[in-house]
T-cell receptor, first 114, second 113 residues
């Protein structure tokens, strides 16, 4: 079974631009969660989607948004990029035999904002 | 709000020895899940072990085991027979079942050959 995939793996953007990151979960998984990882703030929860609905959202500004498609693939968008948005963005999917709380992570997208 | 604390920014151990990583958490809930994740330099986050709070028995996965003390809100990870491939950042995480993981700051584990 293929693991969680994230594209692109690396991105360089400039301040003020917007960016879209993509995540394809493990086949059969219906829940997708997003996390931001930075040296200063560590790992922080962004949001979680299930069956195309956002069920949970972390404490991030409205510039961070996401969506999920009918095939469970998810995208997150960051508008009006700021230098502080430079981070590793991790996507995780849930729904295997291990139970609803066992999250499987993708390799991440490294976003650099200049 | 729930918090997770890892008080050891860095730990080192001799290959083949045993090391214990500490984690404490704060919650008023009685049902929750605890995890240890490993993040090697490749950045891929890998689940090491999980523990359901309602289970009194400590979880074990091969060389990895936990010491779960619910009353003390402590969840330490013991790695036996340390191997070079165990070198990584280790994160303790808490979840109440709403798919939102709350993470500790991480412990960098160094394995000395």
């Amino acid at each position: 079974k293929a693991g969680v995939t994230q594209t692109p793996r690396y991105l360089i953007k400039t301040r003020g631009q917007q960016v879209t990151l993509s995540c394809s979960p493990i086949s059969g998984h219906r829940s997708v969660s997003w996390y931001q990882q930075t040296p200063g703030q560590g790992l922080q929860f962004l949001f979680e989607y299930f069956s195309e609905t956002q069920r949970n959202k972390g404490n991030f500004p409205g510039r961070f948004s996401g969506r999920q498609f009918s095939n469970s693939r998810s995208e997150m968008n960051v508008s009006t990029l700021e230098l502080g948005d430079s981070a590793l963005y991790l996507c995780a999917s849930t729904g295997g035999a291990g139970g609803p709380n066992e999250q499987f992570f993708g390799p991440g997208t490294r976003l650099t904002v200049l | 709000a729930q918090t997770v604390t890892q008080s050891q920014p860095e730990m080192s151990v001799q290959e083949a020895e045993t090391v214990t990583l500490s984690c404490t958490y704060d919650t008023s809930e009685s049902d929750y899940y605890l995890f240890w994740y490993k993040q090697p330099p490749s950045r891929q986050m890998i689940l090491v072990i999980r523990q359901e709070a309602y289970k009194q028995q400590n979880a074990t996965e091969n060389r990895f085991s936990v010491n779960f003390q619910k009353a003390a809100k402590s969840f330490s990870l013991k790695i036996s027979d340390s191997q070079l491939g165990d070198a990584a950042m280790y994160f303790c995480a808490y979840c109440e079942g709403n798919y939102q993981l709350i993470w500790g700051a991480g412990t960098k584990l160094i394995i000395k050959p």
